[in-house]
């Protein structure tokens, strides 16, 4: 089953606007990341935020997490159309040896020209 | 920067055959990974490997089996493809995970649209 969740599940801005999406979880957490895929491609990395972490950014990106709400949220600040794409968040799962991630279904945001 | 391969983009193969699915990562790493995507359900995990010959069955393993004979190349393989295996087959790799810090970022191929007929 999937660990998180993502909300909108579909979000369109216009050119230069703020989109947000947010990030609900289920159980604790070491780490939730945040991933794009633009269309037809695969996934790629945009941000890890530990769990004794409140917020992160990296470039137009700023990432929060509330870990008593089990929630997290991701700012895309200026939108481009470049920045047309789907986003998941992705949280750790323990294993006996290792980790695993559990993604979301996504957020899918269109930035109109 | 990681580089993760996938043999093909399209494939298009008939119920019944027998399907391998390739994957090769350049980047040492010892876990990989094959998912697949489906509309509303985003990736679920098929099976994963920490190491050479070592496998792990994910969430949903049935229909499918992998084998990792060098560590750089990670296979998936329908062994009788049906209908219901249409979808998009993503693989990933990533560094071990950091003990209590959890998972490594993962590195995706491009995927692989799979129509079986």
């Known amino acids: 089953s999937q660990q998180g969740e993502e909300d909108p599940q579909a979000l369109s801005i216009q050119e230069g606007e703020n989109a947000t999406m947010n990030c609900s979880y289920k159980?604790?957490?070491?780490?939730l990341q945040w991933y794009r895929q633009n269309s037809g491609r695969g996934l790629v990395h945009l941000i890890l935020?530990?769990?004794?972490?409140r917020e992160k950014h990296s470039g137009r990106l700023r990432v929060t997490l509330d870990t008593s709400k089990k929630s997290s949220s991701l700012l895309i600040t200026a939108s481009r159309a470049a920045d047309t794409a789907s986003y998941f968040c992705?949280?750790?799962?323990?294993?006996?040896?290792?980790?695993?991630?559990?993604f979301g279904a996504g957020t899918t945001v269109t930035v109109r020209a | 920067d990681v580089k993760v391969t996938q043999s093909s983009r399209y494939l298009v193969k008939r119920t019944g055959e027998k399907v391998f699915l390739e994957c090769v990562q350049d980047?040492?790493?010892?876990?990989m990974f094959w998912y697949r995507q489906d509309p509303g359900l985003g990736l679920r995990l098929i099976y994963f490997?920490?190491?050479?010959?070592?496998?792990e069955k994910g969430d949903i393993p049935e229909g499918y089996s992998v084998s990792r004979e060098k560590k750089e190349r990670f296979s998936l393989i329908l062994e009788s493809a049906s209908t219901n295996q249409t979808s998009m087959y993503l693989c990933?790799?990533?560094?071990?995970?950091?003990?209590?810090?959890?998972?490594?970022?993962?590195?995706f191929g491009d995927g692989t649209r799979l129509s079986i007929l």
């Open positions: 990933a790799s990533s560094e071990p995970g950091q003990g209590s810090w959890g998972n490594q970022p993962q590195h």
């Open positions: 159980t604790s957490i070491n780490n």
């Open positions: 935020i530990r769990s004794n972490e």
């Open positions: 992705a949280t750790d799962v323990p294993l006996i040896n290792d980790y695993k991630l559990s």
């Open positions: 980047m040492d790493h010892e876990n």
């Open positions: 490997s920490y190491d050479v010959k070592m496998k």
